[in-house]
């Protein structure tokens, strides 16, 4: 019996199968009759399509858990180098893509895709979690859960949709997908789905979400709170092998709103003299691994008007490497940004002169 599948791995298919064949269910590290985690069936995996079962014999595969704590988004590669990417804008899409805010803009209900990528797997299974949270410091703290109107729309009550996933903003077309969290509990609500092997001819895995209520939805929505998606990867018992985030914004006008982003973004690194400015968090690579050993210098000639705007663009330059040498002091490469934050800082002194 072939064993292939554009889901599993094919060492727990095996296992799967193996275990299945031998027909010793109790003993598997496996639960039974978890009605809240999607009905998964993997025992259905066969062939690399999905056949019905009847069979009583249900065996899923243990999901890692709720989240408990409120998630970092640090963005980290981790052993298995974790890559999450977003496409370029394609034109007539209902979304587009901003490379300096790292931040996707959609219209509601719009099929996104995901590419999720590693270099290599360990023997167990993986999984990825998408989990939306605000991105505001001061709202992280709260889960990010649909509006009513949504949430209680005739459409959604009307289809088959099972009552739980509906607070969900976040919907995963992977139809193994296991939405976890009880709002009921004020759990925070997360997707997790296993994590496919790449088809032939590819190295990632690609995955379609679907947002279902907008920032300006109203309280308990998101209340026109910014909100960004965290991609883990973890095993089942939920360690975390990898994280990347994204920010979102669903909205009736993503072009739009990119552009004037995109705009006030601009403005923000030119803020007055003297004014403090709340430090930024680096402008995250939009998920891709950074440029190693981009450590060549650069010195530029920009014709600018007015000694305050010369000022200000100094001091964005200063306030860039210093960033760069509080980042890369643990790994020797500091060098070049100190010496680099030496000359701007005598073009600082010769400015204000
Ligand atoms: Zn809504």
Redesign the pocket.
Known sequence: MSSQSDFLPPDVQNFLLAEMEGDNMDNLNFFKDEPTLNDLNYSNILNGSIVANDDSKMVHLIFPGVQTSVPSNDEYDGPYEFEVDVHPTVAKNSWVYSTTLNKVYMTMGSPFPVDFRVSHRPPNPLFIRSTPVYSAPQFAQECVY??L??EFSHKESDGDLKEHIRPHIIRCANQYAAYLGDKSKNERLSVVIPFGIPQTGTESVREIFEFV??NS?PSP?MNRRAVEIIFTLEDNQGTIYGRKTLNVRICSCPKRDKEKDEKDNTANTNLPHGKKRKMEKPSKKPMQTQAENDTKEFTLTIPLVGRHNEQNVLKYCHDLMAGEILRNIGNGTEGPYKIALNKINTLIRESSE
């Open positions: 649909r509006c109107n949504h209520c907008k939805c929505g």
